[in-house]
Every structure is written in structure tokens, then in C-alpha cells.
């Protein structure tokens, strides 16, 4: 079975500051997915970014940038110039690349995100 | 372009009654996932269905909870004589295929209180 550590509980940042959320999974699989979801205090679940783990090449979306090593099993979240509405639980997710029983995402603990002025 | 819908937003209910919650997945998505997240932890699966099949029920307790996703009408998930241990927030995701590529849209949750 997969698994997804989350060793920060609560991370803080300043506004415009840069930081980074970490993430390691365990599985066998070689084919699979990774997933940053952002829940804000209105509880939404909100898709920030997505990585293949076939791809080499980090994913990227806006301010949001992954740091993806696969021989690690790690995925970590890098936000640039934070700002107030980052501020949420951040989730990192892992799904496989098989059909059926394993479509299932696998969730962290989650990281509460705190952005200070 | 209405997303996953889940409701009702809150549900109360007291010990031994039964809890219906609903999903009607984004349109034209035909594979429907519960997940449960209790206080201050993540979303833990519950179970996956597409049209009219449960696919994977693995993450759900074998007494009390059931699901069904019809072929007209939202997903149900149905919790029989709950407990307190049954408060938590239950989220519904669709996604437009079963692999691996296609991302699950989640709903806003239920949040379910036990009195």
C-alpha cells in the first residue's frame, strides 16, 4: 500500500517570502501521480498542481513550483511571493497510473500554512 | 459550469439516526469518490463507484455505511444508526475517467455533527 508523510505540521512564511512544504511517499509503483491540494479554512479542496512521475521536468503553475525526485520519493512544494490568501492546509496526494482499484487517491496529514505581513 | 455538488453543506443528526448525504458529480463525469476527513487530519478514501458499480469499497467500515451511484440521480452515501465517532466532514470528487491522469473536482463537503 502506498503512503504519504508530511512531516510539517504547521510551516509560516512572510508575504512576498518564498516557502517550501515537504513530501515523501513510499510505494513500488513506477508509474504514478502526485498531487498538491490546498484546502483554505472554507474547506474546498483545491487542485494547485500536478506532477507525472514519467516526467523529468518539475511542474510549474504561476507562484507554485514542485521540487520532484523521484529516487528520493520525494515531492516538495515551493510558493514564491507569498501572499495573505495562500494561507490554508496544504494536502499532498498521491494516485496511481492504474485503471480501477487503485484510481484512489492517497492523502498526507496536511500542512497548515500560516502568511504573516 | 456547475461543479461537484454535495449536500446538504451540514447535516445533524443524533445517535442511532440515519445520514444521507448526496453528490451529484460535474457533468458528464461518470466515476464518483467518497473520502472522510476527521478533525484535524486528511481525507481518508472511503469508496469509488462508477455508474451503478461500486469499483472500490476498500476504505469504507463494513457495518453501518453503504453507497450507491445510480443511473439517474446523484451518489449516495448512507450511514445507518451513527455514532459520534461519525462526525466528520465527507467529501464527494468526480473525475471524467478512472485513470490516473484524469483529476478528481471535489465537492465542498458535508460536514456531519453527532449530537
Known amino acids: 500500500a502506498q503512503t504519504v508523510t508530511q512531516s510539517q505540521p504547521e510551516m509560516s512564511v512572510q508575504e512576498a517570502e518564498t516557502v517550501t512544504l515537504s513530501c515523501t511517499y513510499d510505494?513500488?509503483?513506477?508509474?504514478?501521480?502526485l498531487f498538491w491540494y490546498k484546502q483554505p479554512p472554507s474547506r474546498q479542496m483545491i487542485l494547485v498542481i500536478r506532477?507525472?512521475?514519467?516526467?523529468?521536468q518539475n511542474a510549474t503553475e504561476n507562484r507554485f513550483s514542485v521540487n520532484f525526485q523521484k529516487a528520493a520519493k520525494s515531492f516538495s512544494l515551493k510558493i514564491s511571493d507569498s501572499q495573505l490568501g495562500d494561507a490554508a492546509m496544504y494536502f499532498c496526494?498521491?494516485?496511481?497510473?492504474?485503471?480501477?482499484?487503485?484510481?484512489?487517491?492517497?492523502f498526507g496529514t496536511g500542512t497548515r500554512l500560516q502568511v504573516t505581513l | 459550469n456547475a461543479g461537484v455538488m454535495q449536500n446538504p453543506r451540514h447535516l445533524v443528526r443524533r445517535r442511532g439516526q440515519e445520514a444521507r448525504l448526496r453528490c451529484s458529480p460535474m457533468?458528464?463525469?461518470?466515476?464518483v469518490y467518497w473520502y472522510r476527513q476527521l478533525p484535524e487530519e486528511g481525507l481518508k478514501f472511503m469508496v469509488y463507484?462508477?455508474?451503478?458499480?461500486?469499483?472500490?469499497e476498500s476504505g469504507m467500515p463494513k457495518e453501518r455505511f453503504s453507497a450507491e451511484f445510480p443511473k439517474e440521480g446523484p451518489s449516495i452515501l448512507r450511514i445507518q444508526q451513527v455514532v459520534r465517532g461519525d462526525s466528520a466532514a465527507y467529501f464527494c470528487?468526480?473525475?471524467?475517467?478512472?485513470?490516473?491522469?484524469?483529476?478528481?473536482?471535489f465537492g465542498d463537503g458535508t460536514r456531519l455533527s453527532i449530537l
Open positions: 470528487a468526480s473525475s471524467l475517467q478512472g485513470a490516473g491522469n484524469q483529476p478528481q473536482h
Open positions: 510505494t513500488s509503483e513506477s508509474d504514478y501521480y
Open positions: 506532477q507525472e512521475a514519467y516526467k523529468q
Open positions: 496526494a498521491y494516485r496511481s497510473a492504474s485503471y480501477g482499484t487503485a484510481s484512489k487517491l492517497t
Open positions: 457533468k458528464g463525469h461518470s466515476h
Open positions: 463507484l462508477q455508474k451503478e458499480n461500486i469499483i472500490d
